[in-house]
């Protein structure tokens, strides 16, 4: 960038210094680093609150949120591109379940009480789900948007916000 710039100021003041051969090579330097260098892509998120958008084609359809005993391992598939479909089989999944009538992780107020009889629910956009690992404690999910891109989309993403109760608490409010 700066190479560019410098390269440009020369050619206002037309000064007759060849720029274009400097500028070319460092630019293919950068690129061949940029596409050799080990860049990994992060499918964990160590938060207990947050954002985040996954591909969820990636990593064995696996995201993590949170961290040691607050640890859930989210697992997806595809439905819709209004749903999601989200899994309690990985093993430090314990139940999942989807909360009727509510928009926002505050409005469950008793965690408990909900319906864990299903392996796999399948929330749309804007639904929340909680899940029980096998430590006892709540994640209170909402998801956010999901993109298919077997349906007009141009990638497979779910993006999603959470909340993890640290108390081994069931509300959320």
Same mark, same amino acid.
């Given at each position: ?6 390269w440009f100021?020369l050619e206002?003041?037309d000064?007759s210094?060849?720029?274009e051969?400097i500028v070319v090579?460092v ?7 940029a ?22 084609m990636s990593?064995?359809?696996?995201f993590?949120i ?5 640890s ?7 439905a819709?591109?209004e749903?999601?479909?989200i899994?309690r089989?990985?093993s ?5 379940a989807?909360?009727h009538g !509510?928009?926002?992780p505050?409005? %469950? @107020? /008793?965690?408990k009480a909900? +319906?864990?009889?299903?392996? *796999? ?5 804007g639904d ?10 709540y994640? !209170?999910m909402?998801?956010?948007d %999901? @993109? /298919?891109s077997t349906?007009? +989309?141009?990638?497979?993403e *779910?993006t999603?916000s ?7 608490g069931?509300?959320?409010s």
């Amino acid at each position: 960038m700066i190479l560019s710039i410098i390269w440009f100021v020369l050619e206002l003041y037309d000064q007759s210094f060849p720029m274009e051969p400097i500028v070319v090579f460092v630019g293919g330097i950068a690129t061949l680093l940029a596409s050799y260098w080990p860049w990994a892509p992060h499918y964990t998120d160590r938060r207990l609150k947050g954002r985040a958008s996954i591909d969820y084609m990636s990593n064995n359809q696996e995201f993590i949120i949170g961290r040691e005993e607050l640890s859930f391992t989210l697992k997806f598939s595809k439905a819709s591109d209004e749903r999601i479909h989200i899994y309690r089989d990985p093993s430090d999944i314990e139940a999942v379940a989807l909360v009727h009538g !509510a928009g926002l992780p505050s409005e %469950v @107020r /008793d965690a408990k009480a909900l +319906d864990y009889s299903n392996r *796999v629910i399948s929330p749309a956009e804007g639904d929340v789900v909680v899940l029980r690992n096998i430590h006892g404690h709540y994640a !209170a999910m909402v998801v956010c948007d %999901v @993109r /298919d891109s077997t349906r007009n +989309d141009d990638r497979d993403e *779910v993006t999603i916000s959470w909340v993890i109760n640290p108390e081994h608490g069931t509300d959320f409010s």
